[in-house]
């Protein structure tokens, strides 16, 4: 369980850490981190992150599938992660 926990927590911070360097590199017109990258990181454990990243740093609030996906995954996850832990 402590593996789990330690697991989504990284997932997590390196989702919100990823949603504030693409914004960073946004406002600077620099290569920006692919969106397939941001997905695979809320996909794997990191969606509570990158939702918040997204609401914290005001990154990809227009994209529909961003907005919608990205809380849903979080809600889907978080709700695993309680089930598995109880």
């Known amino acids: 369980m402590t593996i789990l926990l330690v697991a ?10 990823i949603m504030g360097e693409d ?3 946004a406002r600077k017109h620099q290569y920006r981190i ?9 996909l794997f454990g ?9 609401q914290l740093f005001r990154h990809k609030t227009k994209h529909v ?14 709700y695993l992660l309680i089930r598995f832990l109880l």
Do not use: H, Q
């Open 65 to 78: 599938s961003f907005k919608i996906g990205f809380p849903v995954i979080a809600i889907v996850e978080l």
């Open 8 to 17: 989504f927590l990284v997932m997590n911070v390196v989702g919100l850490l």
């Open 34 to 42: 692919r969106e397939r990258t941001l997905w695979l990181v809320a």
């Open 23 to 25: 914004k960073k590199r």
């Open 46 to 54: 990191g969606a509570v992150g990158t939702t918040a990243g997204m």
